[in-house]
Nanobody, 124 residues
Framework: QVQLVESGGGLVQAGGSLRLSCVAS????????MGWFRQAPGKERDFVAA????????YYANSLKGRFAVSRGNTTNTMYLQMNSLEPEDAAVYYC?????????????????WGQGTQVTVSS
């Protein structure tokens, strides 16, 4: 089993920045794929970004490229999401996810493990 804990959410003004963290524990060697998803009230859970430690490759939702950056810590069981130029539309609960392998990196159902989420609120 793998446990994921997110942190770093909060209230920020539009145009500001936040850095989210996700720490994995347990059998983390089985989860080279880690990703970020977000879900706003009444909406589906959307892909934000992901990283594969096997290939050291980052993936992004097209609409977020250039504003968001995903990275891994010195140990591969930590992942970060740097969010810049935040907009009110970025407000959501942000979830960390992990998996051994995925067929489609942006598909939430392909991920095996999920954190509880961290709330991001952006004021206009």
């Amino acid at each position: 089993q793998v446990q994921l804990v997110e942190s770093g959410g909060g209230l920020v003004q539009a145009g500001g920045s936040l850095r989210l963290s996700c720490v994995a524990s347990g059998r983390t060697v089985s989860t080279p794929i880690m990703g970020w998803f977000r879900q706003a009230p009444g909406k589906e859970r959307d892909f934000v970004a992901a990283h594969s430690s096997s290939t050291n490759t980052a993936y992004y939702a097209n609409s977020l490229k250039g504003r968001f950056a995903v990275s891994r810590g010195n140990t591969t069981n930590t992942m970060y999401l740097q969010m810049n130029s935040l907009e009110p539309e970025d407000a959501a609960v942000y979830y960390c996810a992990a998996s051994t392998n995925v067929r489609e990196i942006s598909r939430a159902n392909d991920y095996d493990y999920w954190g509880q989420g961290t709330q991001v609120t952006v004021s206009s």
